[in-house]
Nanobody, 124 residues
């Protein structure tokens, strides 16, 4: 099992940037594909970005493509989400998740372990 702790959320204005971090502990971090999800108020939780075990492959939802960048440092057991040009519609609780699935980039339903979430609020 792996434990995940997110940090870096906060209140920013539209157009600004924010970097989320997710520190993992427990099992070998490089054994897991990692993803960032978000859940806006009153809506479902959706996958916004994911990264393969090696960090070579990544996926982005259309809504964040070109603005968000996911990365990982396997030596530090940490995955990051760099968010730029933030919009009010990016406001959500952001969750880090780990997948044991053997796919290079698992789908949103294939994640096994979750962090507690961190709030990101973008004001207009």
């Amino acid at each position: 099992q792996v434990q995940l702790v997110e940090s870096g959320g906060g209140l920013v204005q539209a157009g600004e940037s924010l970097r989320l971090s997710c520190a993992a502990s427990g099992r070998t971090f490089s054994n897991y594909a990692m993803g960032w999800f978000r859940q806006p108020p009153g809506k479902d939780r959706d996958l916004v970005a994911s990264i393969s075990r090696s960090g070579v492959r990544s996926y982005y939802a259309d809504s964040v493509k070109g603005r968000f960048t996911i990365s990982r440092d396997n030596a530090k057991n940490t995955v990051y989400l760099q968010m730029s040009s933030l919009k009010p519609e990016d406001t959500a609780v952001y969750y880090c998740a780990a997948s044991r699935n053997l796919a290079v980039l698992p789908t949103g339903s294939q994640y096994d372990y979750w962090g507690q979430g961190t709030q990101v609020t973008v004001s207009s």
